[in-house]
């Protein structure tokens, strides 16, 4: 009984492990992670264009969208790249999303 418990908590916890989860360079929180990193810096002027791109996961399961740099350059119409930042959060390991968010000109 005690081996069949064991393998039965086993087989959970690796279930458990796949869902929607994201790192960050601070950590990652069981609960709530929101965070916001600096990814790429340019020689570029600031300029006054931001475009966003984003991905959505559930459970690990199932993830859709496109984060991509040019996607989020290309809703700004952003031609000369600034700056570029990525934001991270997650809810529960449930729910994940993932940011682009670019600067420019």
Known sequence: MKKLFF????VCAMGLASC???TSGSGMGILYTG???????TANPVGN?????????????????DASIQTAANSA???????????KM???GL???YSTVVYGE
């Open 95 to 97: 729910f994940a999303t």
């Open 90 to 92: 997650s809810v529960l």
């Open 35 to 41: 965070v916001t990193e600096g990814q790429i810096a």
């Open 20 to 22: 929607s989860t994201i």
């Open 77 to 87: 119409g952003i031609k000369k790249i600034s700056h570029v930042d990525v934001k």
């Open 49 to 65: 264009k931001v475009g966003t791109s984003k991905t959505t996961g559930v459970l690990g399961l199932v993830s859709i969208g």
């Open 7 to 10: 393998a039965v908590a086993a």
